[in-house]
């Protein structure tokens, strides 16, 4: 009888192995995960034991990663922009969609579109913004893309500003307001927005903020255009304005605008229900002195990022910044679930992400600009896979554990 029992404790001891063997082999080949992930197909199943309270996904180090990295291919994505396909408008080397965002002491979950879209199921999340928030919402879309297996299951639709993108199965809306100054200006347009003398309606916000009302998740961005020095400011309407001001430090009327915005969600939001994220400014990449260049050199042929850690660059503005962070503190302290996105510094060491010449043209370069393309290359938007991936992936972060 002691003997039988010995040989079944075997085979409990063999069995045993054999499982810690499988665990192994899935972890060592499933990279650093944030849980074992077995794929069958699409079909897959998430054993998750994740917490990032302590967490800071804003400090880290970029991490070249070709094997987990891009996660998803520029020609597979169905809602991918020609505004940033750099691969399709010509650009070789792709080293720039493989950089995998490592955050000291701790990791970044793993995407799992299927998780996050019942996470929101019924509901509306609108990105509200400048064509970096629309670069920032087409990646988005683009990491939930594949995890949608039916094609009629995933619509797009235009209606001037807004462009709505429903996933039919789970009920959920992810739309994209075109708003770039928050409220109301003559750049209200979402083609025609070129426009070089720019007014800005500063208490104007109703017209637009009725669009984005009931959503239960609001993402805002709203930066790259205060950067111009002089913005003519109006009260009243556009054609018959009370009074018209220019203001040349440009903090001031974009405090002013985030007061407008502030006054309308303390009015119209409901608090309990809708979850607010502000993305702080996406860099620049326009002076190469930040990266040991010359002075005049840019993004332009640029390969490889910033890899070791440094302080802040050219790129941002420090004073637009600290009104954001200020304003977002304060809607905290009003009992408001808001918080801010801090991509800035994370994406400060990504000179070689941008579009460069890889660019939709709206108009054909010219023979100079083709014989000298470094002062017209784009150091502003990001190519896609990308950069905004990560602040896709850190905002699945918070809205998959912290919502």
């Not at 005049?296 to 050219?314: A, F, H």
Request: proline share 4%.
């Amino acid at each position: 009888m002691k003997r039988i029992e010995k040989v079944i404790q075997g085979y409990h001891y063999v069995g045993f192995m054999l499982v810690i063997g499988v665990i192994m082999v899935v972890v060592f080949f499933g990279g650093d995960d944030s849980g074992i992930r077995f794929n069958i197909g699409k079909e897959t199943s998430m054993v998750e034991d994740y917490w990032f309270k302590d967490c800071d996904f804003f400090n880290g180090r970029w991490v070249y990663d070709n094997r987990s990295r891009p996660l998803y291919k520029e020609k597979e994505c169905s809602f991918m922009m020609d505004n940033y396909s750099c691969e399709k408008l010509g650009r070789k080397d792709f080293k720039y969609q493989s950089w995998r965002w490592q955050p000291h002491g701790c990791e970044l979950p793993r995407f799992n579109g299927t998780a996050l879209l019942e996470k929101l199921r019924d509901k509306r999340v609108v990105f509200v913004g400048d064509s970096l928030g629309q670069n920032h919402w087409v990646s988005f879309l683009c990491l939930i893309d594949s995890w949608i297996l039916e094609p009629s299951h995933k619509v797009v639709e235009w209606h001037g500003p807004l462009i709505k993108f429903r996933a039919s199965e789970y009920n959920v809306s992810i739309d994209f307001y075109w708003e770039p100054f928050l409220v109301e200006s003559n750049c209200d347009d979402p083609i025609n927005h070129k426009i070089l003398d720019r007014v800005v309606k500063i208490e104007g916000i109703e017209r637009h903020a009725k669009q984005w009302i009931n959503a239960d998740m609001l993402i805002f961005d709203s930066y790259r255009w205060w950067l111009d020095v002089d913005i003519t400011l109006v009260w009243g309407s556009f054609e018959n304005p009370n009074k018209t001001i220019v203001e040349s430090r440009r903090v001031v009327p974009y405090e002013m605008a985030l007061r407008t915005w502030s006054n309308w969600l303390e009015t119209h939001l409901d608090r309990k229900k809708t979850r607010i994220f502000f993305t702080s400014p996406s860099p620049g990449h326009r002076e190469g002195g930040d990266w040991g260049k010359t002075t005049g050199e840019n993004c332009y042929n640029v390969t490889e990022p910033i890899v070791e850690e440094r302080p802040w660059g050219k790129g941002s503005d420090f004073d637009l910044m600290r009104a954001t962070e200020s304003m977002v503190e304060d809607l905290e302290k009003k009992g408001f679930n808001i918080k801010l996105l801090n991509i800035t510094h994370l994406s400060q060491y990504r000179k070689d992400g941008h579009l460069s010449i890889y660019k939709r043209h709206l108009v054909s370069p010219t023979k100079l600009e083709l014989a000298n393309p470094a002062p017209y290359a784009d150091c502003v938007h990001w190519c896609l896979p990308g950069v905004p991936d990560v602040w896709s992936e850190i905002l699945y972060a918070y809205i998959r554990y912290k919502i």
